[in-house]
């Protein structure tokens, strides 16, 4: 589910919250850019990736022995 839309005047306030100077000519687009990443980050959240393990669990073989023959 997408995050409602933040306005240009969410973003100010959001950045005067953080103590961030922000002008007002530049709140349009961040307000657009900040959409476009929550779309992206919805997509990702949305793939299935139930049977995925979790990163610690693949264990990477040393380069030379990915090359060595087995004989």
Known sequence: MPSPA???EDIALLARRAGLPL???R???????????DTVVGSLRA???????P????TAA???ALH????
Do not use: C, M, N, Y
Request: without cysteine; glycine residues 2%; charged residues 20%.
């Open 6 to 8: 933040l306005s240009p």
């Open 47 to 53: 793939l299935p990736l139930d049977d995925t393990p």
């Open 62 to 64: 040393p380069r030379a």
């Open 27 to 37: 709140l349009a687009g961040v307000a657009a850019t900040v959409q476009v990443i």
């Open 68 to 71: 060595r023959k087995t004989s």
């Open 23 to 25: 002008p007002e000519d």
């Open 55 to 58: 990163a610690p669990v693949f």
